[in-house]
């Protein structure tokens, strides 16, 4: 690695430690809205980026190679209050809350009529959500003081009527920035919707550039007749000129700072052919590898000023190959220099605030069916293992058409220990595309979005979400109305019947809520920047939120939690129905008191029960027809012809603690408020046969109709890769269960001591890094309970 890279490292690490960042976001489009009352939505909108892109504080970070960067625009807050006085105003919370609790009027959900994102949505909810720093957002207290009073206040409070997690929610909905009076209502009114969770066609940008863009949509502007239409384009204007003002703002910048004699001639150098590369591509296409880059990066950086997050690069080292292949053929630049490009560009990811679930997809096919990967694929690989770092959440397609050498390098970049990258397998995903009706030359070139979700790029607006549901809960709530009396349940047939009901209702909720969002949608979200990038929306004269892009959105219906559910299932078929060993009633009791008094049956269920993972048919089979009925019911739910897509998505983010906190007991002998199995992987430390039996398990699922997404952790000890013989065993082992039919695979390699050091000793461990749903973070950025569900996953040998 570079003198330049590690200097740069610390820089950024640096500026992640600085403490609480305030946003010029929320000041800066009031002050835009307030200039623009009466006028038509998109135009305010169009105006409001143009502020931000006029305004915004722009600076150039010490050694960087690419110019652009929240750090400015999110500024380290002032008047952060010391730790003891926040520790005062957590205790009134709690107390008022507790005071609300007892008279009947506290608030578990919050309700609101505002269209929301993904993230602010489910802080409305019952559970807590900062689960992890980089969604403790506009919170004005740092991170690890959040952590700290939380346990505090739980240690405090321990014996009042009040649930660990609700303090953990009480205290991350107080703890905001005051942007000042009115300010977030009047955004939220109008109401900002970002594009966030997609692909924006970076690719197209690069080719033709932001003039030539600028020019289609005068000429499409002179040609349109319909007002709607003239009002879309006029806010499209808007929007391209603030954003080529924008790149030339850093262009202006750059040649000033060329001629400033504090910096060193090389660094002057730098600076001035930085400050040309800026001024060509804020009109012209991109003809090296570099402008390339440092153009995707800026259109990026628009975007995140914008509000957008888990914005994903897509297929990277698709749209970038010719560039790259050309430069090295010619001697434009070689192979270390682009790397430390691309080193700058994964760093700059990391930065301040743009850590979000930011994704980057490599391998795999081209959209006419030829193999994909290629030597920016393998450099791409490459930083990936020498930087070790959580974002980009690096995706590597594997399809039988790409070369050996492909396994090679994701294998040894997994090794590295930084957790990328995740594997896909194309014969899955490529399918349940066709499945859904798409023609080979859009299955053909999917790209993981943010975790794990399915996309095709440059082509969709938002991800949609819903309410995920969660199977376990599903029993919960069998048993809660068997107690009521409005079940009966004398077989497994009956229990299991209840169960289907159940999981029909939930898909049945999860629609007509992306209903709902779909009519409130309809004329009122707009995102002017993004639909510039999204193809369709220029042709067809309208933003990407109002049926402009070339394909639909995918609804998702998240669902986790599968290992728990099914040990659960097998538990009721065994113990209550099969051998007798204890009644439905007993077993309704000893769940509703949380196994209190029923000590011995939890731990003989906690020990007897057959568990998911361990290549055993009489759970496993359970499991495969409880997916089964999952993406049957889900994708049943499209009608022939239509534009939009719901897709079923087998991945629970961090929500295996979320729901887990707020659900009771389960018949396997679960405890009320313990974590739920992570996405599609087993109970935590019941795969206890070793990871061919754990993969063994999950083969046996019907994948056939899994068509948004899917995350399966594995945990296998380092101790075990360090020579030769562990590599190969790897190696077969991922080949095998992707030849096998598996649709994806991330792999850990983090010793349990290590994780249990980092937690005691955060400040020794900064940079580790562990897998958690679809993603990775920093092991110390997380919240406790958390790591303690990542430290109890069962760690395999080969």
């Not at 007509?512 to 707009?526: P, S």
Request: charged share 30%; net charge negative.
């Amino acid at each position: 690695m570079s003198d330049r890279i590690e200097q740069m490292r610390k820089n950024i690490d640096a500026l992640n430690d600085a403490g609480v960042r305030s946003t010029y976001f929320y000041p800066m489009v009031y002050e835009s809205l307030q200039q623009t009352k009466g006028e038509p939505t998109q135009i305010r909108r169009a105006k409001a980026i143009a502020h931000l892109m006029d305004e915004s504080p722009i600076e150039v970070l010490p050694y960087e190679l690419l110019v652009g960067t929240m750090a400015a625009f999110c500024p380290v807050a002032k008047n952060v209050p010391p730790y003891e006085e926040t520790r005062k105003e957590a205790v009134q919370i709690i107390e008022d809350y507790l005071r609300q609790k007892k008279q009947g009027t506290a608030q578990e959900t919050v309700k609101t009529g505002e269209i929301k994102t993904f993230e602010a949505d489910f802080t409305t909810k019952k559970s807590r959500w900062a689960l992890m720093s980089r969604v403790h957002h506009d919170a004005n207290i740092d991170y690890s003081d959040l952590q700290k009073l939380i346990a505090e206040m739980q240690e405090q409070f321990k014996d009042e009527d009040i649930e660990k997690y609700e303090i953990g929610r009480e205290l991350e909905r107080s703890f905001k920035i005051d942007y000042g009076k009115g300010v977030r209502e009047e955004i939220d009114a109008l109401p900002w919707f970002a594009a966030n969770h997609l692909s924006l066609n970076y690719g197209r940008i690069v080719e033709q550039g932001l003039g030539a863009t600028k020019k289609r949509i005068v000429e499409k502007l002179g040609e349109a007749k319909d007002e709607e239409k003239k009002e879309y384009y006029n806010a499209a204007l808007i929007t391209v000129e603030s954003v080529i003002r924008y790149i030339m703002r850093y262009a202006d910048e750059l040649k000033k700072q060329s001629k400033n004699e504090m910096h060193s001639k090389e660094r002057r150098q730098e600076l001035a052919a930085m400050a040309e590369i800026c001024a060509k591509v804020s009109t012209e296409k991109a003809d090296t590898f570099y402008e390339g880059v440092q153009l995707v990066w800026l259109l990026h950086m628009v975007q995140s000023i914008c509000w957008g997050s888990a914005l994903s690069f897509g297929r990277f080292d698709q749209y970038l190959a010719g560039l790259y292949e050309n430069d090295i053929k010619n001697g434009t630049i070689t192979k270390d220099q682009a790397k430390e490009i691309l080193c700058c560009m994964w760093l700059k990811v990391n930065e301040p605030r743009m850590r979000t679930v930011q994704s980057l997809t490599v391998g795999g096919i081209t959209p006419d069916g030829k193999d994909a990967a290629n030597s920016l694929t393998r450099l791409c690989l490459e930083v990936v293992r020498e930087m070790k770092l959580p974002y980009p959440n690096v995706g590597a397609r594997i399809n039988k058409l790409n070369p050996e050498w492909l396994y090679d390098e994701i294998v040894d970049s997994i090794r590295a220990g930084g957790g990328q990258p995740m594997i896909m397998n194309d014969d899955v995903w490529i399918a349940a595309l066709r499945r859904l009706g798409y023609e080979d030359k859009y299955a053909n070139d999917y790209y993981n979005m943010g975790c794990v979700e399915i996309m095709i790029p440059g082509k969709q607006p938002n991800w949609g979400v819903t309410d995920p549901i969660a199977f376990p809960m599903l029993i919960e709530d069998i048993f809660t109305k068997y107690r009521q009396g409005s079940l009966k349940l004398d077989t497994f047939e009956d229990f299991y019947a209840a169960y289907v009901d159940e999981l029909k209702a939930a898909v049945a909720a999860d629609r007509k809520e992306a209903q709902g969002k779909i009519e409130n949608m309809a004329g009122r979200c707009f995102d002017p920047f993004a639909s510039l990038l999204i193809d369709g929306c220029i042709e067809n004269g309208k933003d990407m939120f109002q049926g402009g892009s070339e394909i639909g959105t995918h609804w998702s219906v998240y669902a986790y939690g599968l290992g728990t559910a099914a040990d659960a299932m097998a538990a009721v078929k065994k113990f209550v129905y099969d051998d007798k060993t204890v009644s439905i009633a007993q077993m309704s009791q000893a769940l509703e008191h949380n196994f209190e008094g029923y000590e011995k049956l939890q731990a003989f269920l906690d020990t007897k029960t057959p568990s998911y993972g361990n290549d055993k048919d009489d759970v496993d089979l359970l499991a495969k027809d409880m997916l089964l009925n999952f993406t049957d019911i889900v994708f049943d739910q499209n009608e022939p012809g239509s534009r939009d897509k719901y897709v079923s998505t087998l991945f629970g983010y961090f929500f295996h603690i979320y729901h887990g906190e707020i659900t009771g007991a389960t018949p396997n002998g679960r405890r009320r408020g313990e974590t739920f199995s992570d996405s599609m992987g087993p109970s935590q430390g019941k795969d206890v046969s070793g990871p061919t039996r754990m993969l063994n398990s999950v083969l046996k699922l019907n994948h056939d109709e899994v068509t948004g997404g899917y995350a399966l952790n594995l945990k296998i000890n380092p101790e075990l890769v360090r020579d030769g013989v562990g590599i190969n065993a790897l190696k077969a082992l991922v080949k095998s269960y992707i030849e096998g039919g598996g649709p994806q695979l991330q792999v850990n390699f983090v010793d349990v001591e290590s994780l249990k050091k980092a937690k005691t000793e955060p400040e020794k461990y900064r940079n580790l890094i562990v897998r958690i749903g679809g993603y990775c973070e920093y092991f110390v950025n997380l919240d406790g309970s958390l790591q303690d569900e990542i430290i109890t996953r069962t760690i395999h040998g080969l």
